[in-house]
Nanobody, 124 residues
Framework: QVQLVESGGGLVQAGASRRLSCAAS????????MGWFRQAPGKEREFVAA????????LYADSVKGRFTITRDNVKNTVYLQMNNLKPEDTAVYYC?????????????????WGQGTQVTVSS
């Protein structure tokens, strides 16, 4: 089992930056690919970013490419999502996920463990 706890959400103005963190505990963090997803009210959960177990492979949704950066620290068992130039359409609950495969994937079914989510609200 892997337990994931997100933090760093909040209310920010458009154009601002925010960093989300996801702390993992349980089985060996460095064996898992990690992903960030988000879900806005009335919408399906969508892929945001993913990173492979070693951090060498990263994937981004087109909507965040160039603005968001995913990184991981396998010593601290933490994955981060640095969000820059935030837009109102980025408003959502952000979820961190861990997948048993070492590669980074963009589909929700690729992940086995999920956090509870952290709300990010971007005001215009």
């Amino acid at each position: 089992q892997v337990q994931l706890v997100e933090s760093g959400g909040g209310l920010v103005q458009a154009g601002a930056s925010r960093r989300l963190s996801c702390a993992a505990s349980g089985r060996t963090f460095s064996h898992y690919a990690m992903g960030w997803f988000r879900q806005a009210p009335g919408k399906e959960r969508e892929f945001v970013a993913a990173i492979s177990d070693t951090g060498t492979r990263r994937l981004y949704a087109d909507s965040v490419k160039g603005r968001f950066t995913i990184t991981r620290d396998n010593v601290k068992n933490t994955v981060y999502l640095q969000m820059n130039n935030l837009k109102p359409e980025d408003t959502a609950v952000y979820y961190c996920a861990a997948g048993n495969s070492p590669r980074a994937y963009s589909t929700t079914t690729s992940y086995d463990y999920w956090g509870q989510g952290t709300q990010v609200t971007v005001s215009s």
